[in-house]
Nanobody, 114 residues
Framework: QVQFVESGGDLVQPGGSLRLSCTAS????????MQWYRQAPGKEREFVAR????????NYADSVTGRFSISRDNAKKMTFLQMNNLKPEDTGVYYC???????WGQGTQVTVDS
């Protein structure tokens, strides 16, 4: 079955960096547009970033543009989210998913706090 396993979340100070990883299985990763979402405490889940099957076309939420970078490794069936200059408002649980899938993983917790 379709599965996503996110990792790399941590507690980091404002201005710090983290790299999140997502391992996918159960579908043809090579033809899947991949996305990252996040959910802050008490808020709805929101879109963060998207990468197409070639890895060349990327889209970001306005709030993370210029600070976050999405990438993928089709051979390893993984997608990554490099997060720089983190802010307290980036705190939340981060999830990856295929655009066409309704399955969600467990997510990974990112906390930005001094």
């Amino acid at each position: 079955q379709v599965q996503f396993v996110e990792s790399g979340g941590d507690l980091v100070q404002p201005g710090g960096s983290l790299r999140l990883s997502c391992t996918a299985s159960g579908f043809d990763f090579r033809i899947a547009t991949m996305q990252w979402y996040r959910q802050a405490p008490g808020k709805e889940r929101e879109f963060v970033a998207r990468i197409d099957v070639t890895g060349r076309r990327k889209n970001y939420a306005d709030s993370v543009t210029g600070r976050f970078s999405i990438s993928r490794d089709n051979a390893k069936k993984m997608t990554f989210l490099q997060m720089n200059n983190l802010k307290p408002e980036d705190t939340g649980v981060y999830y990856c998913k295929a655009a066409e899938s309704t399955t969600w993983g467990q997510g990974t917790q990112v906390t930005v706090d001094s």
